[in-house]
């Protein structure tokens, strides 16, 4: 036998163990660069989820937002294990990094948007990321360099999306009208010495394009054209679910349109990320994990739409719920509204229940997705009580705001139809006599003719969107 076992734990050659080009003190102050972009990724995600109409980039923004969180962590983490305190980590690293970053966020459209993030931004990190890895000395620093090489693999899962986002969006008389715009962002990285700043550093900063004036978030929820009369509450799925007539088989449809319905939840979160400011940065990170979990939660719903060969642009996904909250409570309150509805699930009526009829309903797909559905909704109701309960100082006085919070939000169902925005149609009979057929089975008569719509009521609208 002539093979050996792996010198130096399998992790590089003695040549890659024997570098000498950088010391703690510069693979910190690299490090501290791709943090400083990651955060900046993170914020810049976070922020164009609300007002993004197209369904697959408000999902994908949602999860990238979660994955530049982590990595930020691990990488604040890590630099802490670095004779770091204090830790410097707000500090922008080059003025150019930040302009860069700003224009990007400001990007007036979603193509210039695309083209900064998937074509300047992430491309220049994965390239530090890469640098990076192949400078340092791979047995001394190896915590950074396991750090840094788990951050490159889903930065390239992140620019196989784009690269594929940009193909089916992106005409060439947009990328054309932009080539100024991107020309002058990689000025901004060139100036900055390279996005790792090893490169040649100048304080020659190119003029600001789209943020000669300051950005302005927009909370107000968009979506694209499968989304279809959205101000409709002219169904009551909570009535369904808990009404004893109707079997778990028809349930489960009706889970799969809330799932699909949360969409609304990450257009709400990530107003509360953008506007909430000076928080530890493990309430930003949690909040991204729950954000993305909301975005899961929809597609979950999309997916039991497909496995029924059911289109679900035909049925209206009310956007109602993210629309009131962020254009009528403080980013606390609404914090405080989806803490009250996301406790409310905890009971054995709530996500338990809905995994129950999962189980029940003889579809093994329902009953992966609402066990999973339950356990995710778990983590955020502990989530909750760290970060918003805590502030409380107890259970009780935290409900009791979210309660009143919830009570403030106004939605006047009957002015919508005055207005011309819905006729709350009564959309269930025609979907549910469509998985009928899919099932192979007779619509239940009683299940048909189900309709109990969201009234005016109060104690009605609190029940819109309680899927958390
Ligand atoms: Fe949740
Ligand atoms: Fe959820």
């Not at 999902?59 to 930020?72: I, K, Q």
């Not at 600001?208 to 799925?237: I, L």
């Not at 679900?312 to 009310?318: M, R, T």
């Not at 409570?329 to 338990?352: C, D, N």
């Amino acid at each position: 036998m002539t093979a050996t076992v792996p010198p130096l734990a399998g992790l590089c050659t003695f040549t890659e163990a024997q570098r000498t080009a950088m010391s703690v003190e510069d693979c910190v102050a690299w490090m501290k660069r791709h943090h400083y972009v990651l955060l900046r990724l993170h914020g810049i995600f976070t922020a164009r989820i609300t007002a993004e109409p197209l369904y697959e980039l408000k999902t994908t923004f949602s999860l990238c937002s979660y994955l530049c969180a982590e990595h930020v962590s691990a990488i604040r983490k890590r630099v802490s294990e670095l004779r770091e305190p204090p830790l410097g980590l707000e500090v922008v690293p080059h003025a150019g990094l930040k302009l860069c970053a700003d224009e990007v966020l400001a990007a007036p459209t979603t193509g210039a948007l695309l083209l900064g993030l998937y074509e300047v931004l992430l491309p220049a990190l994965a390239e530090s990321l890469d640098v990076y890895v192949a400078t340092t000395n791979l047995l001394a620093d190896a915590p950074s360099v396991r750090v840094t090489r788990f951050c490159r693999l889903e930065v390239a899962d992140m620019l196989a999306f784009g690269q594929q986002a940009i193909a089916a969006t992106v005409t060439a008389a947009e990328r054309t009208q932009l080539t100024p715009w991107l020309t002058m962002l990689q000025t901004t990285l060139n100036v900055a010495g390279g996005l790792g700043g090893r490169g040649t550093v100048s304080e020659e900063l190119p003029s600001p394009m789209f943020t000669a004036q300051p950005y302005v978030y927009d909370a107000v929820p968009k979506r694209d054209g499968r989304f279809r009369d959205s101000y409709n509450a002219g169904v009551n799925p909570e009535a369904f679910l808990y009404d004893e007539r109707f079997s778990p088989r028809d349930k489960v449809l009706m889970l799969y349109y809330k799932r699909l319905r949360e969409i609304d939840v990450p257009e709400m979160m990530a107003s509360i990320l953008h506007e909430t400011v000076g928080k530890p940065w493990g309430f930003y990170a949690d909040m991204s994990r729950q954000l993305w979990d909301e975005a899961r939660h929809a597609m979950l719903g999309e997916v039991g739409f497909v496995s029924l060969g059911l289109d679900w642009s035909q049925i209206p996904i009310n956007f109602t719920w993210s629309l009131n909250l962020n254009t009528q409570l403080t980013p606390q309150e609404r914090h405080a509204v989806l803490f009250f509805i996301e406790q409310g699930l905890m009971p054995k009526s709530g996500k338990r229940y809905e995994w129950e009829i999962g189980q029940q309903s003889g579809i093994p797909l329902a009953a992966v997705f609402q066990d999973f559905d339950w356990a995710d909704e778990v983590l955020h109701a502990q989530m909750g009580r760290q970060w918003y309960v805590s502030s409380f100082g107890d259970l009780k006085p935290a409900l009791e705001y979210g309660d009143r919070c919830w009570s403030k939000v106004l939605s006047h169902w009957r002015d919508y139809i005055d207005r011309g925005l819905t006729e709350h149609r009564n959309w269930w009979p025609e979907v549910y006599r469509q998985a009928c057929e899919r099932w192979g089975v007779t619509p239940d008569a009683t299940a048909l003719a189900f309709h109990e719509t969201y009234a005016d009521q109060r104690a009605d609208l609190r029940s819109i969107s309680a899927s958390g």
